[in-house]
Every structure is written in C-alpha cells, then in structure tokens.
C-alpha cells in the first residue's frame, strides 16, 4: 500500500490504535505483527524472502557476538550485498535476463541490507552488545521507514522499542511531519509529474531555457517527493513513539556541495560516511587517497540508487564536485555565500539530467541542449 494512500492512512491509525490500546509487554509484537501484514500486502514470497535474510543476518549476529572475528562480518556482508545485487542488477545483463533471473526486488531491501550492514558492523566494532531475533526482525521490518527509509540504527532504534511511550510532543510532531508529507508529495510533486517527463524527450524542447526550466522542475518535484514520503515515515514512526532520523534540512539552500550531501538524505549520507568512507581511511588518508574515497563513496551511492549505468555517472559527477570543492578549500580560497548558493544548486540540478532517465543517450541530449 503506497504511503500516500487512504488505505495506508487507515492502516496507520488502525494500527496506532491497537499499539497503545495493548499493554506494554505487547506492543512490540503487535508492531512486528503490523510490519509483517504491511510487507504481506505486496508480496508474500517476498516477506520469506525478508525473514530469510533477517535469520541470516541473526546468525551472524550471534557469530559475531561470540567470536568478533573480522572474516565473519567480510563473509556476513557480501552475502548481503552479493544478495541484493542479485536482485537490483541482474536483470540488466543480457545472458542473465532469462525467466529463471527475472527477480522482482522485495520492497525496501536497498534500505534493510544497509541497515543490516550496519548491525553486524557495529556488533563488531563492540558498540552493540545483544540483540534478538524478534528485535532484528522489528528493526529490519518496520513498515512507516520500509518503503523510503530514513535508514535506521539499531541500537537508538530497539532502544525505543525498550520504553514506548506516548508523549503530547509525539502525537503533535507525528501529525505535523504528515501534514507536511502529503503536503509536499501530493500539493507539489505529483502535480509536477506529467511536466518534468518530458526531459524524457530534449528533442521537443523549444531552447536552453524551456530544457532549465523542466531540469528546475525536477528538482523541486524529487526534493517535495523524496522529502514527502520521508516526513510521512517520520511522522509515522512518531505516532507509535518512535523519534527515526530526519532526512532532508533545506539541501537546496546549502553553500558548497559537501554542506549539500550533509542535508540531503541525511541517513544515508551518514551511513556512506560511517560505513564506507571512514573505514577507507577518510582524511587520515593521503589527500589522493581522500579524493579517491570521496569519488568511491559517491559512486557506491549512486548505484545504490538504481541499477543503470546513468546512476554510476550521476554518482561520479557528485563525487568531482567533492574533489573540487575539497581542492578548492585546501587553496584557502573564500566564495560569497549566496554565489555559493547558487553554483551548488544549479551543479546539482544539471546532475538531475543523468538521474531522470535511464538513457544516457538522452542525459546528454537534455545536457547539450542547454549548454550549446
């Protein structure tokens, strides 16, 4: 059920109503229960599929836990990662697209493997001392962060599950960030829908300026989009007592491209950092070994992003403007905050021309168009 739908709606507060209705000791059953209905809902092979890799993942939990060997968690999460690049990227080699290989990806599973990923990492890394299977399964399952993120940490997030409660400040926020959710996705980014499809075709473009003004559009409809379903999850989560992390803080209006990546899908830019970029040796490294993480780190995100090959390259466009941009800070050189402004979005928003379609073809078409 899409969140932007009165049957979600329904469910929501069905759900809410239950949850606090139902004593304590109860509760996160009955939020498992409701996550489990949730992912039921679009798939049931896809929800074995879920718990499968949620009883791997307990596995190797459990290994971890016991033994801490670094092995363990290399074998743990490339059978993670090796699993849902089964699903996101076979279908695009051409010997693999046979029957036997036309996988439909379970809902969410780019979100639940990074967190996923990130349990058994901090489990090795001794910030996490235990964890159950029925709060493994809650974490990887909760159904108001499964279809968008934000991407969750387990330990600030089980610790909830600990303690739920119902403050007057959780109904409040929880109602307010839905107001804003549906606000931005069915009042700003639906409406912009059938016109920033036709950066699908440059070709009809009358100029330069009619091909900016779609590329504008795009960006406000992916921002009001991305954004909206994640304050839906947000104000979700916080009807059920849960604080989840926010996901977007006015990235438009950020100075330099790297303040950029700091307010724009927040969750995962701080898992990128945490989980990749850091243990690559981050800026301990050498300055050419820095770039080079910045530049692995973005294109590890862009692919994560979709299964074409415009995504790698939307990734590696992000990851030279943070080579420059960190070139540029090295130089000691200063910009006026509002040029700043300016050049990141518009660096940005002609970024969009390779994330709008799956042609590269036409990402260039819709590039040429307004630069020559």
């Not at 929501?12 to 059953?29: D, E, H, Q, T």
């Not at 403050?167 to 804003?180: A, Q, R, V």
């Not at 509002?338 to 969009?352: D, E, Q």
């Amino acid at each position: 059920m899409p969140t932007n739908s009165a049957l979600y709606i329904a469910f929501l507060l069905f759900g809410v109503g239950i949850y606090w209705v139902a004593p304590v000791r109860f509760r996160k059953s009955i939020l498992l229960l409701l996550s489990v209905l949730f992912y039921a809902y679009y798939s049931v092979g896809n929800l074995v599929l879920l718990l499968l890799i949620t009883a791997f993942t307990y596995a190797a939990a459990q290994l971890l836990l016991k033994l801490k060997r670094l092995r363990t968690l290399l074998f743990s999460v490339a059978v993670l990662v090796l699993g849902l690049c089964a699903f996101k990227y076979l279908s695009q080699i051409p010997l693999a697209s046979l029957r036997a290989f036309d996988l439909v990806m379970p809902l969410g599973m780019s979100y639940f493997t990074f967190e996923f990923i990130s349990l058994l990492t901090d489990i090795y890394r001794g910030s996490i001392k235990s964890c159950s299977f029925s709060n493994i399964c809650t974490y990887g399952l909760f159904f108001p962060a499964r279809s968008a993120g934000p991407i969750k940490r387990f330990d600030h997030f089980v610790a909830q599950l600990s303690t739920p409660k119902m403050e007057p400040k959780y109904l409040y926020y929880g109602l307010l960030f839905l107001l804003m959710g549906y606000a931005q996705k069915i009042i700003i980014a639906d409406p912009l829908v059938p016109f920033t499809n036709a950066l699908q075709d440059p070709a009809n473009f009358t100029s330069a300026f009619d091909g900016l003004v779609h590329l504008y559009a795009y960006s406000i409809r992916i921002y009001a989009d991305f954004a909206g379903l994640s304050n839906i999850a947000i104000g979700s989560a916080l009807l059920f007592g849960i604080v989840i992390p926010k996901n977007f803080e006015y990235p438009y209006l950020q100075a330099n491209i790297a303040m950029f990546w700091r307010k724009w899908h927040m969750s995962l830019s701080d898992w990128a950092r945490d989980y990749i970029y850091i243990p690559l040796g981050g800026n301990r490294a050498s300055l050419m070994r820095s770039l080079f993480n910045l530049v692995a780190v973005m294109f590890i995100i862009g692919i994560w992003h979709g299964s074409t090959s415009n995504f790698a390259v939307w990734g590696l466009w992000h990851g030279a403007g943070l080579v420059v941009h960190r070139l540029w800070t090295l130089s000691g050189l200063r910009m006026n905050k509002l040029l700043g402004i300016f050049i990141t979005f518009h660096f940005v928003t002609l970024g969009w021309a390779f994330f709008v379609t799956s042609s590269f073809a036409t990402s260039i078409d819709i590039l040429r168009t307004l630069l020559l």
